[in-house]
């Protein structure tokens, strides 16, 4: 069964740090392009960032240079470092997968989405 | 970026009628290799959201064909022939072609 998994998320004062997991299940997070995508409460989608199979990773300007995505392979996971938090980083973390048809192409779309992990800032 | 704007907000329907939903976005989605990477995704409450249509019309797996996607360029739509009430929650229409990706504001799909 191909599943994903968050874990991690807590209440966090504003300006600390938080390391988000994504632990996958079915299929490998090497072979596959994976992104975090958050939802504040209440609130629309916001794709957060991704990486790729080769490792190239990606960010929403909101984000850059303050999170860090990266995976461990023989765990099969993914992480979402989070820095200097912010009021507005509150919000649910999802993990999903990038959609590859039968035939091998991209996309772009997200076909399996964890169920999330919420992260809180509150001083 | 390229802002996604989805009208209506709100869609009160009655069960077994159809429902439409319109997407636009600020800039043509057609990417260089000649893809549009428009998709749809349904979330129920307390749900996270499932994949219904990929690249404009493309029905995900095990999605029913009730739900179909149409448009090109800029603007998009998504109807639902009958609706049932399962299909209440929120839909998003989201863009790959271009990063940062970008989704909708999202409509409620409601049941009068």
């Known amino acids: 069964e191909v599943l994903v998994v968050e874990s991690g998320g807590t209440l966090v004062q504003p300006g600390g740090s938080l390391r988000l997991s994504c632990a996958v299940s079915?299929?490998?997070?090497?072979?596959?392009?994976m992104s975090w995508v958050r939802q504040a409460p209440g609130k629309g989608l916001e794709w957060v960032s991704m990486?790729?199979?080769?490792?190239?990773?990606y960010y929403q300007d909101s984000v850059k240079g303050r999170f860090t995505m990266s995976r461990d392979n023989s765990k099969n996971t993914v992480y979402l470092q989070m820095n200097s938090l912010r009021a507005e980083d509150t919000a649910i973390y999802y993990c999903?997968?990038?959609?590859?048809?039968?035939?091998?192409?991209?996309?772009?779309?997200?076909?399996?989405w964890g169920q999330g992990t919420m992260v809180t800032l509150s001083s | 970026d390229i802002v996604m704007t989805q009208t209506p907000l709100s869609s009160p329907v009655t069960v077994g009628q159809p429902a439409s939903i319109s997407c636009r976005s600020s800039?043509?989605?057609?990417?260089?290799?000649?893809?549009?990477?428009l998709s749809w995704l349904h979330q129920r409450p307390g749900q996270p959201p499932r994949l219904l249509i990929y690249?404009?019309?493309n029905r995900f797996s095990g999605v029913p064909d009730r739900f179909n996607g149409s448009g090109a360029g800029t603007d998009f739509t998504l109807k639902i022939n009958r609706v049932e009430a399962e299909d209440v929650g929120f839909y998003y229409c989201?863009?790959?072609?271009?990063?940062?990706?970008?989704f909708g504001q999202g409509t409620k799909v409601e049941i009068k």
């Open positions: 990486i790729y199979s080769g490792g190239n990773t």
């Open positions: 989201m863009q790959g072609t271009q990063l940062p990706w970008t």
């Open positions: 079915g299929f490998t997070v090497t072979n596959n392009f």
């Open positions: 999903v997968r990038h959609f590859y048809d039968r035939s091998g192409h991209g996309n772009r779309a997200f076909d399996i």
């Open positions: 690249k404009i019309s």
């Open positions: 800039q043509s989605l057609v990417h260089s290799d000649g893809n549009t990477y």
